[in-house]
């Protein structure tokens, strides 16, 4: 079975960077979609940016110009590369994993990123 460890959150000033982790039990190649979610306080999960077996990839429009996806293959790893930190990034970084052939969803335990002004 697919699990999901994600790290790398802490405590930046606005404007700094982070770089998360995301370590899949698996070959993410047997994925359909993996990526990168967040949650703030009072709010509800949104998507960050997910990469889709076929190539194609999806950033959240608060992304752009900012945030990018990698991975490597040969440690079942997803990165998330954050620059330009804002305080409104603060929230709750999940990592989420879509899985062949079912596309049943699984979900990391969460990392927390905090930005301070």
């Known amino acids: 079975q697919v699990q999901l460890v994600e790290s790398g959150g802490g405590l930046v000033q606005a404007g700094g960077s982070l770089r998360l982790s995301c370590v899949v039990s698996g070959s993410i190649l047997g994925l359909n979609a993996i990526g990168w979610y967040r949650q703030a306080p009072g709010k509800q999960r949104d998507l960050v940016v997910a990469l889709a077996s076929t190539g194609w990839i999806n950033y959240a429009d608060f992304t752009k110009g900012r945030f990018t996806i990698s991975r490597d293959n040969a440690k079942n790893t997803v990165y998330l590369q954050m620059n330009n930190l804002d305080p409104e990034d603060t929230a709750v970084y999940y990592c989420?994993?879509?899985?062949?052939?079912?596309?049943?969803?699984?979900w990391g335990q969460g990392t927390l990123v905090t930005v301070s002004s």
């Open positions: 989420n994993a879509k899985l062949r052939p079912s596309n049943l969803e699984v």
